[in-house]
């Protein structure tokens, strides 16, 4: 029977060989698809990968109320600020 020390020098030697038939394969598989896409034309919408940019970013809603105390302001959606919670909101908005 194998010592520990004997099998594991195996494992590693048999994870090499593996590492290395990966990358041939890898590399072959890679070069036979991209025969395929070049002998057919394929483009990338048609696999399913879009070159779409993004939908830009939103921009920043412009503040509706503002503290006098600290300058903080609130643009009027999502959760209301503490320093607003209970107060009449008329009393903070800002004049246009």
């Known amino acids: ?20 038939a990966r990358e041939q394969e890898v590399t072959q598989t890679i070069a036979e698809i991209k ?21 830009p970013h939103k921009a920043a809603l412009p503040p509706k109320y503002r503290n006098p105390k600290t300058g903080e302001t609130w643009s009027g959606r999502g959760r209301a ?10 009393k903070f908005l800002i004049g246009e």
């Open 35 to 55: 025969q395929k896409i070049a002998e057919y034309g394929i483009t990338a919408e048609e696999l399913g990968f879009s070159t779409k940019a993004r939908a």
């Open 81 to 90: 600020p503490a320093w607003l919670a209970g107060k009449n909101r008329e």
């Open 1 to 20: 029977m194998a010592t520990y020390k004997q099998l594991t020098a195996q494992l590693e030697k048999l994870q090499k060989e593996m590492e290395q």
